[in-house]
């Protein structure tokens, strides 16, 4: 995660004056020298060691679990407190890594005390006794941030800065296979809440120093940690200049829970269905973007990653179409392309031939439908929405109940509902089929945004049908079309490689050809490295 572009910004909330009763509390005592919280007080050098500390127990102590620990360095008059959250921090680490090595171990060439303290003091302590791998040396003013994230600060008489300690003892769950993203053939790996982990997992993946990570905070009160992921020699400058540019200029929130806000929050098109950031919880996915030259963004609490900037192509692809050999994954491919053109169109153009277009039906089909609709007292459109909408609150109820329970609610439900209502001739059983056949196209989008984004404009598509018959399908495309090409993604147009035209791209889009042939990066990107695949000889 070290680099040399990794940044850290915070913003510490001005404690607030306490009130007299609370003041109380830390006010001298009547012995000199001494603090009624035990802590010794006094003038001089010591005002330096005392005021820091009583504002942070000012700030934060009196409403968390604040721990202290007094202490003089070895073999000197040299005073040091060190304070931690005792639920955040490693009481192990402090123990064996802090406390041992300067109460036990701790010695300076010259007796000194706190009168002619060696100016050098915090540096000796951090680099000859402490043994843990994170000290920092930071302002009093930026000590509270650190220690609400789970690390020990430790002061020391006469110092004008303060020394955090790395004594984070976070909880997280173990990796496991990602629930949203399954695959047939594929790693099993998925990222889980804790950013640490999953910087580690892409660290393990990408043994290259060019795997650059720009670390910010998030959260106006909250602070939780934000990291920028990206390649560097591959990814375009002016892409990640306005990544970072929208992050740090959006909306401060008291707190981001999940990936989702940051989507809403930089998107360029706000009232847009498709998603402008693709999430994704695969790091096989995160790689691969990586190398394409894209940006990733990370967030501290969830296993969602944001990739930018996102095309609809990459809607319709899974990693697994280039696990398989290339001839199988492109036919897949394009029955995904088949599958969303139904998701979104079939019901629509069901609605438009039997209500409008009734003579361009084949006669014998045509003598079909009539037979099975005979006695449905609705027509086609309320027909479809009635069943459109049991389908999505089934789809929805099985999504929130428990695995097992929600599995046989979705099956048995559309089952039941489906046969009663067409045995009440409420429906007609070809709507039935029409209805199933889009439900389970729906289910083929790999991508779970972009299969609630086609969700949606199917009712679209069906108001247009039931209002101008086939004319308003055609119209609701074309429609539909000018916003996909009008649409953007960070600079990069949403429909890309299709308009504009990058006839290089095309070896990936709506085909996916063999490997060897795709010698080259995204032109979209404007990448800086273009060449991803290099004969033997030039790689010699």
């Excluded at 402008?276 to 940006?295: H, K, M, Y």
């Amino acid at each position: 995660m070290t680099d040399g572009r990794k940044r850290k910004t915070s913003r510490i909330r001005k404690a607030r004056p306490l009130s007299p009763k609370k003041m109380s509390a830390t006010e001298p005592s009547a012995s000199p020298g001494v603090r009624e919280d035990g802590i010794p007080s006094g003038g001089g050098a010591n005002q330096a060691f005392v005021d820091p500390f009583q504002r942070l127990i000012e700030e934060i102590g009196t409403r968390t679990e604040l721990r202290t620990r007094e202490f003089y360095l070895r073999g000197t008059n040299i005073r040091a407190v060190l304070i931690f959250l005792n639920e955040l921090a490693n009481s192990i680490v402090i123990n064996e890594y802090v406390l041992k090595p300067l109460l036990m171990n701790f010695r300076l060439s010259d007796e000194v005390d706190g009168a002619n303290m060696p100016s050098n003091l915090l540096d000796i302590i951090k680099d000859r006794f402490l043994t843990v791998n994170d000290v920092i040396k930071v302002a009093v003013s930026d000590v509270s941030s650190h220690v609400f994230h789970g690390n020990a600060a430790l002061w020391i008489e006469g110092a004008d800065e303060v020394l955090v300690i790395n004594t984070k003892n976070k909880k997280s769950r173990k990796f496991a296979e990602p629930l949203t993203e399954a695959l047939v053939r594929g790693p099993r790996l998925g990222f889980n809440e804790s950013l640490q982990d999953n910087l580690a997992i892409l660290r393990q993946q990408v043994a290259n120093p060019n795997l650059s990570v720009i670390t910010k905070h998030v959260g106006q009160r909250t602070k939780k940690e934000l990291a920028i992921v990206y390649f560097e020699g591959i990814v375009n400058e002016d892409l990640l200049q306005e990544v970072e540019r929208r992050i740090d200029n959006m909306i401060e929130l008291d707190d981001i829970p999940e990936s989702g806000y940051i989507e809403q929050l930089i998107e360029e098109n706000h009232v847009t269905l498709f998603p402008q950031l693709q999430s994704t919880e695969r790091p096989d996915r995160i790689v691969a973007a990586l190398l394409e030259g894209r940006v990733v963004i990370l967030l501290d609490g969830t296993p969602f990653a944001l990739i930018a900037p996102v095309t609809f192509a990459m809607l319709l692809q899974s990693p697994e179409d280039y696990y398989e050999r290339w001839i199988p994954g492109s036919l897949i491919r394009l029955l995904r392309y088949f599958a969303a053109f139904l998701t979104i169109f079939l019901p629509s153009i069901y609605i438009a031939f039997v209500s409008f277009h009734q003579g361009l039906i084949p006669t014998t089909l045509a003598i079909s439908i009539a037979a099975t609709r005979e006695g449905v007292p609705f027509p086609s459109i309320i027909e479809s929405f009635v069943m459109e909408i049991a389908i999505e609150i089934l789809r929805e109820a099985g999504l929130r109940l428990p695995k097992p329970v929600g599995q046989t609610v979705g099956l048995v439900g559309g089952l039941v509902i489906g046969e009663a209502a067409v045995q009440a001739g409420i429906v007609s059983p070809i709507m039935v089929i029409v209805v199933s056949l889009t439900a389970i196209s729906s289910f083929v989008i790999p991508q779970y945004a972009g299969g609630i984004s086609m969700r949606v404009l199917r009712f679209g598509a069906m108001i247009c049908a039931g209002v101008l018959g086939l004319f308003g399908v055609i119209f609701y495309f074309l429609i539909l079309s000018i916003h996909l090409v009008k649409l953007k993604s960070f600079g990069v147009p949403y429909v890309s490689p299709a308009a504009p035209i990058y006839l290089s791209d095309w070896k990936d889009f709506v085909l996916r050809l063999p490997q060897k042939m795709m010698t080259r990066r995204p032109k979209m990107l404007f990448t800086q490295d273009e060449i991803r695949l290099r004969s033997p000889t030039k790689r010699k």
